[in-house]
């Protein structure tokens, strides 16, 4: 069992720590100039980030089938669930929304064609986005809570991953079909975009890509 306490130490330090790091990125979206009323389409979020956005919006959370659905009780956001892949949504047409927004999502969705894919979505949906991926360079891992976790030869991981298997296996499901992201490549997905860093102690924590589109083209769209 000891094996594994250090993963249960990391789930409370990280219950602990994410209100703080949430309400500091959420605070970021002040770059958008978000408005009341704005339609924002969350790829893969939760409803409980967007606690920390006062102004009110209407919001729709798209998700993969299985994943916990919970609309936050007296929120003065407008939250709409739907079940959907995000590299792929011919439902929605372009500029549908005003702001495509994604956390901690892009690093998830699979290969390089998905991930190409999933950022052309992003990209086609809104006139404004943000999309935020954890930096390589962070000494604790964003996704195991192991510090240089993707310094370690290959070799190393694979052995963890397998001794974590049996008692997790949601969880090494998750940590095998994680693919870090560099700033560079972030950049590449979002060529019309401009890249961010938070930071933490100086220390690269993560990027996330933005643009600002701003014609407010996806209101207009609908009109």
Not at 41 to 68: A, F, K
Not at 147 to 164: G, N, V
Not at 166 to 178: D, F, Q, S
Request: positive net charge; proline residues 6%.
């Amino acid at each position: 069992m000891l094996r594994y306490a250090g993963h249960k130490l990391f789930k409370r330090l990280l219950a602990i720590a994410t209100p703080y790091t949430r309400r500091r990125r959420m605070r970021r979206l002040a770059l958008l100039d978000l408005r009341a009323g704005d339609r924002v389409l969350d790829l893969g979020g939760t409803c409980s980030i967007w606690q920390y956005v006062e102004t009110p919006l209407d919001v729709t959370i798209v998700n993969l089938p299985g994943v916990d659905k919970q609309v936050l009780p007296d929120s003065h956001h407008r939250f709409r669930l739907v079940v959907g892949d995000a590299t792929d949504m011919p439902q929605y047409r372009d500029n549908q929304f005003d702001v495509v927004f994604s956390n901690s999502v892009i690093e998830h969705v699979g290969g390089e064609e998905r991930r190409a894919a999933f950022a052309r979505e992003v990209r086609r949906l809104a006139p404004r986005y943000f999309v935020q991926t954890p930096s390589v360079w962070f000494p604790l891992e964003a996704h195991t809570g192991i510090p240089f976790w993707w310094a370690l030869p290959q070799s190393i991981r694979r052995r963890a991953i397998e001794r974590w298997r049996a008692k997790l296996p949601a969880w090494t499901e998750m940590v095998e079909g994680t693919t870090v992201i560099a700033r560079d490549q972030l950049q590449a997905y979002f060529p019309d975009g401009a890249i961010i860093t938070e930071r933490v102690m100086g220390i690269p924590k993560s990027y996330a890509a933005y643009r600002l589109g701003g014609n407010r083209a996806g209101r207009q769209a609908a009109q």
